[in-house]
């Protein structure tokens, strides 16, 4: 398994702002996975991030609003820039383990309300 | 494009009323399907992965199985602290991408 955190664990913030989310794994891992996941909804993949290149992001997001930094294997940096209340969500770092099995582990989430 | 469809959305059991929960997907073919469970305020919990039809994974009162079409996550006996949100996901075989997909989840509230 992995032990992720995040930090912040939550925060409020006002529009136009720009907040950056933390995450460390607690083991060295190619890639880092960030998510967004609004209430009643799915996760949906925001973008991988790559240590040594830069972010692959998924359709309908874009580097200029959801910057990403993986300065090394264990870390990485997600900033949700000139937020705005449709920003308000629950953003999970995540890494996957590929071996034997496939297996995904998630950390504990930042909840983010703009206002 | 490949769909996850979790049913029901929402479900209610007294303790120790045994039930299932329903993935049913769509994907170009199966590399792997996964089941998490969700706490409120928490992340996705890792539970089990099941690769090919006619598979099954047990975890306490959890029972996980595979069909070709869809997976069922059954909970016999349930216990209030089994009380989360479920989610599905899949994981296609083809092209060179491993990010599953993921279902919006069944929330299961287990009553005492």
């Known amino acids: 398994s992995a032990v992720i955190s995040q930090k912040p664990s939550r925060d409020i913030c006002q529009r136009g702002t720009s907040l950056t989310i933390q995450c460390q794994v607690d083991?060295?891992?190619?890639?880092m996975f960030w998510y967004r996941q609004q209430p009643g909804q799915s996760l949906t993949l925001i973008a991988t991030?790559?240590?040594?290149?830069?972010?692959?992001?998924e359709s309908g997001f874009v580097i200029d609003k959801f910057p990403i930094s993986r300065p090394n294997l264990t870390f990485s940096t997600l900033t949700v820039s000139n937020m705005s209340p449709e920003d308000s969500s629950i953003y999970l770092c995540?890494?996957?383990?590929?071996?034997?099995?496939?297996?995904?582990?998630f950390g504990p989430g930042t909840r983010l309300t703009v206002t | 494009e490949d769909q996850v469809t979790q049913s029901p959305e929402a479900l209610r059991l007294q303790e120790g009323e045994s039930s299932s929960l329903n993935c049913s997907y769509t994907v170009s073919g199966l590399r792997g399907l996964f089941w998490y469970r969700q706490d409120p305020g928490k992340g996705p919990e890792f539970l089990f992965t099941?690769?090919?039809a006619g598979e099954e994974k047990e975890k306490e009162r959890l029972k996980a199985t595979l069909t070709k079409k869809e997976s069922f996550l059954h909970i016999t006996a349930p216990k209030p602290e089994d009380s989360a949100t479920y989610l599905c996901?899949?994981?296609?075989?083809?092209?060179?991408?491993?990010?599953?997909?993921f279902g919006r989840g069944t929330s299961l509230i287990v009553h005492p």
């Open positions: 099941l690769y090919s």
């Open positions: 995540s890494v996957e383990r590929r071996g034997a099995t496939y297996e995904q582990y």
């Open positions: 991030a790559n240590q040594g290149s830069e972010a692959t992001y």
């Open positions: 083991s060295q891992v190619t890639m």
């Open positions: 996901a899949v994981q296609a075989a083809s092209g060179g991408s491993y990010i599953p997909t």
